[in-house]
């Protein structure tokens, strides 16, 4: 019997700070979080990290939580019950971290009598810190208690036509009748070291801007290629001409090295001191609406661009539970199901 599992990052029980303080924990030691060796990850987030930022991260939530909770969580349970309706196989939603955890929608489907699971990992591109993660911690569950089960992995769907279309229309839908002279995609910031760490060639990979537009077997399993490329397929599917929109990294934490660039709240806070009046942002990395699109850029970025010149920052939503997305997700189960996924 087939069944598929769809995972998103996690969130806080609770705006309570002991519960962000937990979810925090769980998150931050994780070694593709932070690739540093355990007894360095665990003094700088236990010793230092832990120590302050639950506190603010909690006041943080407490602006974007819903009545029925998490953002995250809602729209991610939103989007399984509309896909469970369209499918025909089982579908259980899990996060990497904290509830309902990957193990507790494991066990949810090996109840059912699921012994093949799709596992889709909520990310359009591939990264060491959401994917890959999110990829292992199955198998360590599986080898320890689904060992009858037989997992495949949905791949990473940033350049897949579909998911171009629907995000783009999400776009366009969004910028209806709406005055805007530059589009940011903005997707979330990685250390430069994960990309590096990605490279299977162990030589293409240069962080020059330019070698995410070469060939090479590299571009599989590198986040900067596809977030590159996510902004080049809307660009074309939109008919975008150069130079009204641009590709930045939100979300860095100096204190790991050195990450993608350009940074967003840089990049936005220049356009408006620059003289742009109306922009729009868009964040391509995340599938649903959570505390970085809502809060990160629905209000502490629209406030940087308004205090700095500009007029109206345009927050375009996450594709979140649209029927549109809905729809391809459900067709790409059924064709897996059916053995048909490419």
Not at 270 to 283: D, L, P
């Amino acid at each position: 019997m087939k069944g598929v599992l769809l995972v998103n990052l996690g969130s806080p029980k609770s705006t309570k700070t002991d519960d962000v303080k937990h979810y925090l924990d769980e998150f931050l030691m994780d070694e593709r979080v932070i690739d540093l060796p355990r007894w360095f990850r665990t003094f700088l987030v236990r010793g230092i990290i832990l120590k302050t930022r639950p506190k603010r991260s909690a006041k943080a939530y407490k602006k974007i939580w819903w009545k029925g909770g998490s953002p995250l969580i809602v729209l991610s349970e939103r989007l399984k019950e509309k896909i469970k309706l369209k499918v025909s196989v089982s579908v259980s939603l899990a996060m990497r971290y904290g509830e309902p955890s990957i193990y507790t929608g494991l066990k949810e489907l090996h109840k059912q009598g699921v012994s093949e699971v799709l596992l889709v990992p909520l990310y359009p591109q591939f990264a060491m810190a959401t994917t890959e993660t999110i990829l292992v911690k199955a198998e360590e569950l599986k080898e320890k208690y689904f060992s009858n089960m037989q997992f495949t992995s949905l791949p990473a769907f940033y350049n897949h036509p579909d998911y171009i279309r629907v995000l783009s229309n999400s776009i366009q839908e969004s910028l209806k009748g709406k005055q805007w002279e530059h589009l940011l995609f903005s997707y979330h910031g990685v250390p430069n070291r994960h990309i590096r760490k990605s490279d299977i060639t162990q030589s293409h990979c240069k962080m020059d801007g330019k070698c995410c537009f070469s060939e090479s077997p590299a571009h599989e399993f590198c986040y900067r290629h596809q977030c590159e490329m996510t902004t080049q397929n809307v660009a074309n599917y939109l008919e975008l001409k150069e130079g009204t929109y641009s590709t930045s990294f939100q979300s860095r934490v100096s204190i790991l090295g050195t990450w993608l660039t350009p940074y967003t709240d840089k990049t936005i806070t220049s356009f408006a001191k620059n003289g742009t009046q109306n922009m729009a942002v868009v964040t391509p990395a995340f599938v649903s609406d959570c505390l970085e699109t809502l809060e990160e850029i629905g209000m502490e970025a629209v406030e940087d661009f308004e205090e700095n010149g500009g007029k109206k920052l345009h927050v375009i939503p996450c594709i979140n539970d649209r029927e549109d997305w809905v729809n391809v997700i459900s067709r790409w189960i059924d064709e897996w199901a059916h053995k048909q996924i490419a």
